[in-house]
């Protein structure tokens, strides 16, 4: 049952990452002749640190398959989550500055809670994997205890 959940979890994985490679490759270079290349720079940008999270999340799975949760790589795995998602954070809180005139231009003020609501996203997922490293620490500290005491 537990293989079956993580396969499909990486399933899921999979497929939050396709829409945002068509989005890079198809929607946004419809942009270049609107927005700003800081802007356009910024996304692609933060396509790097995405991706980067979804492996690292691919590989957290895969050592739930093998019996390694409870291990130094999950916790690894758990930190670099936790930076990639600070890492869109701080790339959209520098892209948010060039949106503000287009939205004035256009007078479209909804246009500033993209990067808003990316920011703000981001760092959920980064309170939430560092609160998820330090109890996976905390687990492995007690059961390295426990295998030293038995």
């Not at 990452?17 to 290349?37: D, E, K, R, S, T």
């Not at 930076?83 to 869109?88: E, G, H, N, P, Q």
Request: hydrophobic share 55%.
């Amino acid at each position: 049952m537990k293989r079956y959940s993580t396969i499909l979890l990486k399933i899921a994985v999979i497929l939050i990452g396709i829409p945002v490679l068509a989005l890079c490759i198809f929607w946004l270079p419809g942009f270049i002749n609107y927005l700003p290349h800081g802007i356009i720079i910024g996304v692609y940008a933060t396509a790097i640190p995405f991706y980067y999270a979804l492996f690292q999340a691919l590989r957290l799975l895969s050592f739930i398959d093998k019996n390694k949760a409870f291990s130094e790589l999950s916790v690894n795995a758990l930190k670099n989550i936790k930076y990639s998602a600070l890492t869109i954070s701080g790339i959209y809180a520098v892209i948010a500055p060039f949106i503000y005139p287009i939205a004035d231009r256009d007078d479209a003020p909804g246009l500033l809670a993209f990067p808003l609501i990316f920011i703000f996203v981001s760092i959920v997922v980064s309170v939430f994997a560092a609160v998820l490293q330090r109890l996976l620490k905390e687990a492995i500290d007690i059961k390295t205890e426990n295998d030293l005491t038995v």
